[in-house]
């Protein structure tokens, strides 16, 4: 039986392929592993309830061809980013959507959802990007034109158990023992970007941190999702380099094993600490972080991909991003990372400043839990389900790819 989604709080706050190309995607029998994905659908829209609109009937191509990308993939556990919040859209693109066929694919059922606010959007009252006025989407808790646009959602086959599911929309950057907070040029002053008023109710997350436990036969697994702040769109104080940083920060933080480094944390109940060294989890979610490339405060993947709790030895793969990245040149040509690990399809114009290709979506299983696959779905021109992924600037889905393992 289906299970209503969550509804959390009130808004607070005024082989190098990774799919077979000729068949979907499905764990073996004799493993049984359990497929965690993320994947940056791109299912955000410009206008409030516009999302809801363009769910409830079956005929919006864009989300079609996000369905239909999911059900070749066919994930167990999914976080889908930039999925505008509004509780009537998760069973809109259930129905409308994951459960129709397309293209031949099979339909896919998630019993189970979880979706709660999202900081983009929520007025904070506050100059954040000291133009001298207050309003528009600079000066919200996280950049967007209305409340939780570019939100998140999880979609499972497997019990949530929202009872213990915890959130950390308005945890304060200025509460992080040593935040990489923004220095303003105006003052001699250290990380005086924010005046103190401001910093007494500037939130860390752009969107949230979510621990959503799954209960995967009886053993639960937790599910820590986010999606911080792409590091560009701001001047030398990088304050948006800074906060992504310290978004990815916040995870790693969380799970380390010695629990007086994660003790500052607290959720949006009040309770502190991070997640006991005995438990299993997954972190996943579009970080907008390249170990090597683009504009991240070096170092910022690697709080995850060298954290001693995080298994990054079978990292996903795909045939399209080599591929892509040799075929678009520009900014890909002076890249250091592998394109083989790429996740994001973005402007490579050297004309335009565009940062080419990047790995910016993961899915970091805990070290207690054994990588059997993984992959990312970005085809070649060449190969069956291109039509879903497309070649920049032609953007059929979205400028991400799906990103997945299968756990032991």
Partial sequence: MRRAPLLAAALCGPPLLALPVTADAAPTEDSDPVRFSTFNASLNRF????????????DNQQAANVAETIQRVRPDVLLINEFDYDPRA???FRDNYLEVAHHGSDPIDY???YIAPSNTGVPSGHDLDNNGTVGGGNDAYGFGAFPGQYGMVVYSQHPIDTDAVRSFQTFRWADMPGALLP??????????????????DFRLSSKSHWDVPIDVEGETIHFLVSH?????????????????????????????PDEEVSSYIYDDEGQYGGLPASERFVIAGDLNSDPL??????????LLLDHPRVNDSNAPTSAGGPWAARTQGG?????????????????????????????ADYVLPSSDLEIVESGIFWP????????LTGDFPFVPTSDHRQVWVDLR
């Fill in 331 to 359: 900014a890909n040509a002076s890249h250091e990372s592998d394109p083989v690990f790429d996740t994001a399809d973005f402007d490579d114009r050297l004309c335009c400043g565009g940062p080419g290709n990047l790995r």
């Fill in 293 to 302: 490339d683009g504009d991240s405060v070096p170092g910022s993947a690697q």
């Fill in 47 to 58: 206008n409030e309830g516009d999302l809801v609109r363009d769910l409830s009937t079956p």
């Fill in 380 to 387: 070649k021109e060449n190969q069956r389900f291109y039509y």
């Fill in 111 to 113: 019993p189970y959802a």
């Fill in 183 to 200: 220095d303003g040029a105006a003052t001699p002053e250290p990380a005086d970007w924010y005046s103190a008023e401001e910093l007494e």
């Fill in 90 to 92: 998760v069973d809109l």
């Fill in 228 to 256: 911080p702040t792409p590091p560009v769109f701001d001047t030398a104080e990088d304050r948006n380099g800074r906060r992504n940083h310290d978004e990815i920060r916040f995870w790693a933080d969380y799970v380390h």
